[in-house]
């Protein structure tokens, strides 16, 4: 089983920063893939941005040039610098993880969630 746990999310102004960290843990062989999704209230779950474990990464156009993706070096932890934020940024953010776990089967674990309010 495959856990990840989200961290960073917070109260911001509009134009302001936060950085959200996510772990993953587990009967882990590899991470091919790890992500952020969002869900506003009363709005589907969207992708925000994926990064591969060879660092290929892939942003919604919303945030693309504001937002940076990028994994720590033991690879089982993904990061999501955002930056001018927008009150439309405000979600809940999902942590998600593409994993090979030590059975060499692929499974796709979500985090928790974690709040970003953007309110001036």
């Known amino acids: 089983q495959v856990q990840l ?9 509009p134009g302001g920063s936060l950085r959200l ?6 009967n882990i062989f ?3 893939t790890m992500g952020w999704y969002r ?6 779950r969207e992708l925000v941005a994926t990064i ?5 990464t892939n942003y919604a156009d919303s945030v693309k040039g504001r937002f940076t ?4 070096a033991a690879e089982n932890t993904v990061y999501l610098e955002m930056n001018s934020l927008k009150l439309e940024d405000a979600a809940d953010y999902y942590c998600s993880a593409a994993v090979i776990d030590i059975r060499r089967r692929p499974q796709f674990a979500w985090g928790q969630g974690t709040q970003v309010t953007v309110s001036s």
């Open 39 to 44: 869900q506003a209230p009363g709005k589907q």
């Open 30 to 32: 590899s991470i091919p």
């Open 69 to 72: 993706i990028s994994r720590g």
């Open 5 to 13: 746990v989200e961290s960073g999310g917070g109260l911001v102004q």
């Open 52 to 56: 591969t474990s060879g660092g290929d």
């Open 21 to 26: 960290s996510c772990a993953a843990s587990g």
